[in-house]
């Protein structure tokens, strides 16, 4: 009897079992056929990108800053707004204390514009305490680079105007005067008085075209159409040609008279008399003169004491040289009596 109830229980709790199992097999069946139906019905939202979560994270954060994060996230950019192109920056200037540039002038050279009132009276540029450093004859050894030398410690910018020839003779300093962020022009190929009754109008072209081919092949680089006529002469012929070439004409405010010093203190001296005087202007000077070299220290000194501020003039496009000039030049330079060698390599003291 017992045994008949033990077996009949038993059968029982089997069969509960088996009918158990069977429902949660078919429910789980159902869900799994179902899923696909529920995932048509609503397509999944898509991911946030990198720069939507930080815009939801700091609504302050601008466009760019979206850009760059996106960029930055290894994620295509190319629906994403160009990156700005870093802005270059000014050289550091050792010199806290420095004369340095108090602006610069883009000149527009079209026509021959003419400045300086010692002959050009219609363009005044600059305000009350404004100089233009400008420099004649160079380039010339020791004395170029000592003027380079000065200017660069006061963090400080000139014009220099090169004779041709000189410009044949010592290209590296031409180039170093490039190097250091300074303008340059031309003064002719051999220092020529263009005003002269024997010169004649071709004479004075050549002159001319002949001393900015000798920068610009010195250089490896065209140079700022400007020109200042050597001795200040301005023949009308040779002006009507130079703006017929758009090139601008230089004379001057004020001459430091360096070719006549006897010695450095004098041309600070007359430099400082005449500026104070005027308050402004253009001054003259020649980097081909020592004295020059050695009084440039004292004067950026007292410019700077005066309360006076440094312009720089550059100009809105080079100059277009003259092929035949150019050519020339090259072909006068390659002459076999026209040795590139160093005068140690050709000549050696072998016995004294």
Known sequence: MRSNALGLMLGSV???????GGWFFATSLRADQA??????????????????????????????DLDITGSLSGKSTAQLAPLPLPVPQKSACANPDALGVARVVEIDTSGGPGFGFEHFK??????????????????????????LKALDDECTKALFFPIGKHATYHPEILRQVLAQGHTIGAHTWSHANLNSKKMTEQQAKDEVEKGFSAVKLALGAAPSPFFRFPQLQHGPAAMAYLGSRNVAMFSCDLDSFDFRAKDAAQIVNT?????????????????????TAEALPTLLGRLKAGGYKVVQMRAKAPLQTLAEYDEGLVKDMKLPTVSARALSNVVQTVAQ
């Open 271 to 291: 430099v400082m008399t005449k500026l104070d005087k005027q308050g402004k202007g253009i001054i003259l000077m020649h980097d081909f003169q020592k004295h």
């Open 35 to 64: 899923a696909p139906q529920a995932m048509a019905a609503k397509p999944a939202s898509p991911q946030p990108s990198s720069s939507t979560k930080l815009a939801s994270a700091d609504s302050n954060l601008t466009k760019d």
């Open 14 to 20: 089997v069969a509960a079992i088996m009918i158990a």
């Open 122 to 147: 219609q363009l005044d540029f600059l305000t009350d305490k404004e100089v233009v450093l400008t420099f004649d004859d160079g380039p010339w050894p020791g004395n170029t680079p000592a003027v």
